[in-house]
């Protein structure tokens, strides 16, 4: 597919009018979006990343056939994500030859890290070409800019992605936690190089929501056509049913938004109630509060059963009054609010470990399920 097939094909629903929500701009079958932080294979990812161990094949592959079956297209990375080892198992799953249909319609979104070190456009081409070898496609269908920090300006690396659009590379941008000026700035760059900003993903849940950061935001988006793509719909568990004190004290969203348990017990409280008039879980009814406010949800999964519990947000609608209602009672503890200090930390970060990662890929010790394969036998 090419940058310009992969162009229409974002477009062409917006286009009809047969939707106003932010997954028609895309071209999305159903609000929804699969995260795959988690599917890295190296010994980091089963060491450190997931508690209890790379994800095994098998299971992908059981949610992979769950959320196509759904109707389910949108599909996030990172070439971050395990040195690119997610990207790696995402190619293999969809390129296998003796799965048909539904497979064949995903739409791949992956992420450039703007680490200090890359400072121009052949960094930023390296990259795509790299995360299109790993995924096994000639194009990328959305192309994201993992968090908008950098001593080059947005300015430069949306030039970047226009080069590698002309070059049949990536379909369209994206931008990953950017606030309301950048996303401004972002598009108006992309109308001047010949480049779609067609999405911005962001922490977005009833944890931040009443942030004034994520409403500007919420607001530039909505004027600009933008869609926004939330993660953390659930507060990483702080908003489900199954929140233990255990699972408080090691939950890391307490420590990063500043949380006290106090904080979230009046808003668990609604949700608890409207699952229960609505028959779905706590988490559900997060997602769909999401949905509602033409937000798609990006949701990781570790198994088949939590992909059909995120699923079931799906097909049905929160009424107009208990949206309002959760509105009122949503917190104002967006990431968007984080000083740029941080924010560069965190991509400093980020950039070292995937550079860790990728060297424990590129020695043969990319794959630790390759050698448990053997013990799991037995």
Known sequence: MTSSETTSLLSSTARNGESQHGAARLGLKVPFAIGTLQWGTTWIDDKIVNRTGCIPEEECEFIVDAITEAGVTLIDTAEGYGGGTSEKRLGRLFHDTTKEGTRQDVVFMTKFIPVFWRAFHSDFEWAVRHSCKRLQVDCIPIYLLHSPIHWRPIEYWVEAAAICKRKDLLGAMGLSNANADEVRRAVSAGKQHGVEIVCNQVHYSLLAYNSKA??????????????????????????????????????????????????????????KELSGQYKKTMAQVAMNWCIQHEVVPLVGCRSLAQAKDSLGCLGWNLKPEDVQRLDKMALDRSALQSPPFRRAFFVTLFGIVNAICRTLDYWGYGNVLLKKQPNQQK
């Open 214 to 271: 994520l409403q500007e935001m919420e607001a530039t988006c909505r004027e600009l056509n933008v869609t926004i793509i939330g993660f953390s719909t659930i507060g990483q568990g702080l908003l489900t049913d199954n929140l233990t004190d255990e699972k408080w004290k090691s939950n890391k969203m307490p420590r990063i938004l500043r949380l006290q348990r106090s904080d979230i017990d009046p808003l668990r409280d609604a949700l």
